[in-house]
């Protein structure tokens, strides 16, 4: 089910009354039984595949704290397979196979293995990466293993983050299930205000962007230029407003309920560096990567040689997560890059800025290195997007436009275009920079009633009478 | 919770006021609201219930509206004709049934359905939704929770419609625009004959993307028409809108597709084949299946042999 859909208007409401309506010993099974149904949605049969994930690591928890010694790892060890087989069967499988019947004919062997006919199973990398965080922190002994089956499912299939995340850890959810949620004014009303700004995000940005973009994207080939450099800078703000817009909706929706899923994003594009984009994007994911591979591999706490070999593993298995096609491992391995490029030039950066006076004008430092950081970030998009490699390169390669009068009113042109979702970037821009300042709903709150109904009204009435209700799945699904 | 679920009743007055006030304020032009093609509905229910059995009566979109001569029908066929059509948006489930109360013993009715009903059209668009404003009795032939569905989900990108419709009025307007005045008496629309066709006919595209699948409800509510409709004493056929023949080309599939299920799965007597209806894209108005003045004589020609045809055969 999208939130972004008619069902999930009746659903989520149905759901909620539900919840509190339902004793706290019964909730976990009504969210269960609810979390099913969203799921269930999309492709039924998909359901069977989660179950199996559950019940592995269910059992896996359980034995983990059991066992003692070697043991313990080799539990663990046999968890973390069959999640990984999982998703290497569904996601990854087809993406081998086509690779080596590539490279097997290019040598002029003969490839025998067929191809698979799977459909990857909606959000398959989410659960798959939560459930195992909560093996690995039964593992260290940060967690206790859930012995209520009931919980254990909720906890890799509660609905608002099932299917794109936030990927929770089990020292912060699992506890949130056992205690029982009362109902709060302020917190449900905050929630519900959380809800329409991703709607926003999603409907308003996200999707009209989409249509702008999209078809540049899909025949690349028949553009270039203006055309090519907008669409890139424009998915920026199109998967940022989408993807987070699907969390501020998951974060809202488990709020209302009294639950507290962690943060997601924190205003990603007012990053200064590739370093500090990583701390704001996606953090439920970089904080996974950060916490069960990085580390374990020994972070930077190594020789410079294994530190720098550790980032890129990590971006290139990051870049690997989002989807099966080497555009998406360029896309991890140019950050990587970025990340090293980075390190090696940050005493020779720092000279420059201080030769050429830079230093004195620390705002107009942070706008270039934020500007900088955002162009890179977009540079690197181009792959994310890029229908195949092909795409991708054609486009980097005719990204320059010509400088004369044409190309202006091509920009013209495709800014008329998007006059529905460059004043929502605005508004978007406004908003984060009020929330340098602090949290934007308490500055609301402290206005007076007439300009916080305003305010609702114009958020609501600008999602009805300006988003776009094509019921658009959110990008991220598809990992 | 109370002072939540007020607030929230506060907050959905609101958007309802404002939606009052687009609504008012995009149907108050002069070719929208009871002035607009739409509003062609409430004469059309009107014709339906005051034409006297036994008629002959077209169901469909506006194939019919643009492409028909209904008096031309009436005099070879010696019986009076009503034709329904207005706009495909409708749905073929709201057009059925605001025939089937007025159905009489004797009536001939020929139900003329655009492709699009086989695929997702069946429970209509924000068009539906138009014509409720317009002619809200009309609520009535809405029998189907999936209509209903429909409503609701379309109803943002209908008030968007209307918004766009509102700021339009405010616009002096150029060219052809088809209002509720376009009409002849028995709900053919003349204003367009001799207009040339404002756009290239040769470049629009029949399906989209994601119409495909046939929708077997689309045959089932035909056949449960046709069941209805014996009962009374009335006779049901179905003919095929017109077509330009590239486009009848390129969709030959598909099109075959609709023509085999509709043989194989309906109830009712097919007068000829989609091929029948196909024709030079000169004869064409403004869309694959709007005609302009020669399209429409041809085209009502057909259909006269057809049903002569079939009077015979019975």
Known sequence: MLFNSLSFAFFFPVVTIGYFALPHRWRWAWLLLASCYFYMAFVPAYILILFFVITVDYIAGITIEKARGQRRKLFLVMSLLANIGTLALFKYFNFLNANLAGLADAIGWNYPIPMLNLILPIGLSFHTFQSMSYTIEVYRGKVNAERHPGIFALYVMFYPQLVAGPIERPYNLLPQFHREQQFDYQRVTDGLKLMAWGFFKKLVIADRIADFVNPIYNHPTEYQGVALILATLMFAYQIYCDFSGYSDIAIGAAQVMGFRLMNNFNRPYSATSIADFWRRWHISLSSWFRDYLYIPLGGNRVPAWRHYFNLMVVFLISGLWHGANWTFVIWGGLHGLYLLVATWTQDVRARIAQAIGLVRFPTAQKILATSVTFLLVSFAWIFFRANSLGDAVYIVTHLIPPLNLATLSEIAFHLNRLKVALPAIFVLELVQLLQNRGSVREMLAKQPAWVRWAAYYALVMSILLLGKFAEQKFIYFQF | ?314
Not at chain 2, 210 to 230: L, S, Y
Request: hydrophobic share 45%; glycine share 6%.
């Open chain 2, 1 to 314: 919770m109370i002072k939540l679920v007020c607030k929230l009743l506060l907050l959905f007055i609101a958007i309802a006021l404002t939606y009052l006030i687009i609504i008012i304020g995009a149907n108050a032009g002069h070719t929208t609201g009871y002035n607009s093609y739409i509003a062609s509905i409430i004469d059309k229910q009107r014709l339906l219930e005051t034409t006297p059995s036994p008629k002959i009566i077209f169901i469909g979109g506006s194939n019919l509206v643009m492409g028909l001569d209904s008096p031309r029908v009436e005099q070879a066929l010696g019986m009076p004709v009503v034709n329904m059509g207005v706009n495909a948006g409708f749905g073929l489930r709201f057009m059925l049934n605001q025939v089937k109360p007025h159905i009489g013993k004797g009536d001939v009715i020929v139900i003329v359905p655009e492709y699009e009903q086989f695929y997702g059209h069946l429970n209509g668009s924000t068009t539906l939704i138009e014509a409720l404003t317009i002619f809200p009795q009309a609520i009535v032939y809405l029998d189907s929770p999936d209509q209903y569905a429909m409503i609701l989900s379309e109803l943002p990108v209908f008030m968007q419609g209307m918004l766009t419709n509102w700021i339009g009025n405010l616009r002096p307007r150029d060219g052809f625009a088809a209002t509720r005045q376009s009409f002849n008496s028995q709900g053919d629309m003349l204003a367009h004959l001799d207009v040339p066709s404002p756009v290239d006919i040769s470049q629009l595209t029949l399906f989209t993307e994601a119409e495909r699948t046939i929708n077997d409800e689309t045959i089932r509510v035909i056949n449960q028409f046709d069941t209805n409709a014996k009962q009374v004493g009335a006779q049901v056929f179905v003919i095929f809108p017109p077509l330009p023949e590239k486009q009848a080309r390129e969709n030959r599939e598909q099109i075959e597709a609709i023509y085999k299920h509709l043989q194989q799965q309906s109830s009712m007597t097919l007068l000829g084949a989609p091929t029948d209806y196909v024709f030079p894209v000169s004869y064409f108005f403004d869309t694959v299946y709007h005609l302009n003045r020669q399209g429409r004589d041809a085209r009502t020609e057909k259909v006269i042999n057809a049903l002569k045809s079939a009077a015979s055969a019975n």
